[in-house]
Each structure stands twice: as C-alpha cells, then as structure tokens.
C-alpha cells in the first residue's frame, strides 16, 4: 500500500479514540480522574515490557532516568484536562486545539534547545493560534473570549509539549526508544502513585470492567494501530509531510461527529448546525495551512 495510505489512516484511527473516550466519560466512568490511572497502568506495561525484552536499550544517566520518569507522568496528567474538555464539548471542538502542541513545542525548543524560527514559521503559529481563538467560539465574528474547555485543551497541550521538549533532546543522546521506555515507565509509577490514594482506589473498584474494560481496550488498540500506521509512514517520507496530514485529525473528527449524532444521536452529542459546521470548517482550513507554513 502507499505510503500516504498509512499517513491518513493515523489520523482516522486517532478520530475514532476521541469518540470512544467521549462515549467512555459519558456513560460509563465520568470521573477523569479513574481514567486517566487505568491508562498510567496500560503505559507502564508497555514501559516494563520494552525494558525486559527490547535489547537495544541504551545506557543512561540517573539525572535523565528521572527526568524521563517525570516526563512520564506529564504525559498521563495532560490528559485529566483533556478528558475535562470533552466532558464540556463536543470531541470536534476539543481535537483541533492539540494543534497548539506545535506552538509551544516550537517555542519551548527556542528557549531549551536554542532553536531558531523562520519568518514564515512565526506566521504560521500565529495562524494555528488565532484559529483555535476561532473555535472558542461559535460565531467567526463574535468578540472573541474562549470558552471553558478551549483553556483546558491548552493547558493540556502545553504540558504534552514539555514532554515532547524532554523525550526530544533524550532522545539525541540515548535514541528514541530508550527515552520513550522510561517515559512510559514514569506513566507507569504515577499510577501507581495515584492508585494509593485511598479516594482514587475506591471509585476504580467501582467500575464495571465488563463493559468499560472493553471499551479501554479496544481505545488503546485504535491508538496504536494509529501510531505505528503514523511511525510507517514517517520510514517513507519526510517528518514534516507526515505531520501535515496527521492535522487532517479534525476533518475526520468532524465528519465522524455529523455521521455519529445523524445516526445515534443517543449516544453521541454534536452540535451539527451550519453555523458552528462552517465555523469548524473555516477553524481547520486555517490550522492546515498554519501547519503548512511552519512544517514547509
């Protein structure tokens, strides 16, 4: 298959997670909290997986070890504002405000890691910003003063960028692998960490894993199927092409949001009124082409 065919399917598979963990907080657990620990304990079995049975694991330093832990558990917290967000939205509103990860992933790599910006690049940030600032809205045209959920989505994509920033330069000493096991192990431990808390213990016994267990697991697989087709892709061409049409993650969205409150408007909620249609749509042109112009 082509390589693009891998590039947009990435995309779609991570469409399909935003609306499983809609449906997850609205019927069955509505505490972000429990959620977010069950999956520390799916990124700490893959971490301790990775650490006992991948051999090409790389020497590393204490000082990075911790770093990478705590990385870690900035990757499981950045989703308790996610989650929060989609419990106040709809998942097409939600998802297109991770594009600010590449904001502040480019301007934590300025101050960090010395990194320089283009002209066109300022320009392009400045694109994905001001359309997010759109989206906080239901009218293009309205005084624009984000809602809720926008503030959410940016705190959680600022600390995905800190991660992003911390795996990075590990990943220029010790390679990629080596610093997403550790990273995946810091997930791991913060579960860990949270499930003692008596409070956060007790409401994930509560769970009926019958439905819900299911439910997370077939999240998780959806998800990395849509890494690794993401990873496939990036083996054939270049990161930013890759990059580019994995923004293409909010088209899908919405449209499985127009398909899904068409034909099961009981499971799923969607705004699907013109107004706000047209409003998402303008908000992703946008965002593509800011993504263009940082990325080419």
Not at 90 to 95: E, G, I, K, N, P
Not at 202 to 220: M, P, R, S
Request: aromatic residues 16%.
């Amino acid at each position: 298959m082509p390589w693009y065919f891998f590039a947009l399917l990435a995309p779609a598979l991570f469409g399909v997670t935003n609306y499983i963990e809609k449906y997850i907080l609205e019927k069955h657990i509505n505490d972000t909290t429990t959620v977010m620990t069950l999956s520390c304990f799916i990124n700490g079995f893959l971490g301790l997986f990775l650490f006992l049975f991948f051999n090409n694991l790389n020497i590393i330093t204490w000082d990075k070890i911790i770093l990478l832990i705590i990385s870690g558990a900035l990757m499981v917290v950045h989703a308790l504002p996610y989650y929060e967000a989609l419990k106040l939205e709809d998942a097409s509103f939600v998802v297109p405000i991770f594009q600010f990860i590449v904001v502040f992933t480019f301007l934590l790599g300025v101050i960090f890691l010395k990194e320089f910006l283009t002209i066109k690049q300022v320009i392009g940030l400045i694109i994905v910003v001001f359309a997010g600032l759109l989206l906080g809205n239901n009218q293009i045209f309205k005084i624009i003063k984000p809602r809720k959920a926008f503030w959410l989505m940016v705190l959680s994509c600022f600390l995905v960028s800190i991660v992003l920033i911390i795996v990075k330069d590990s990943s220029n000493i010790y390679g990629f692998w080596t610093s997403m096991t550790y990273n995946l192990l810091g997930g791991g431990l913060f579960g860990l960490i949270l499930f003692c808390v008596p409070n956060v213990r007790t409401k994930i016994k509560k769970v009926n894993f019958k439905k819900a267990g299911l439910l997370l697991l077939i999240d998780d697989i959806v998800d990395m199927g849509g890494k690794l087709s993401y990873f496939y892709a990036q083996t054939f061409v270049l990161v930013a092409l890759a990059e580019i049409l994995r923004s293409t993650q909010l088209f899908f969205v919405l449209i499985y949001g127009l398909l899904l409150a068409a034909m099961f408007p009981k499971i799923i909620k969607e705004d699907i009124s013109w107004k706000v249609i047209q409003n998402k749509l303008i908000v992703g042109l946008l965002m593509f082409c800011g993504m263009w112009l940082i990325y080419f």
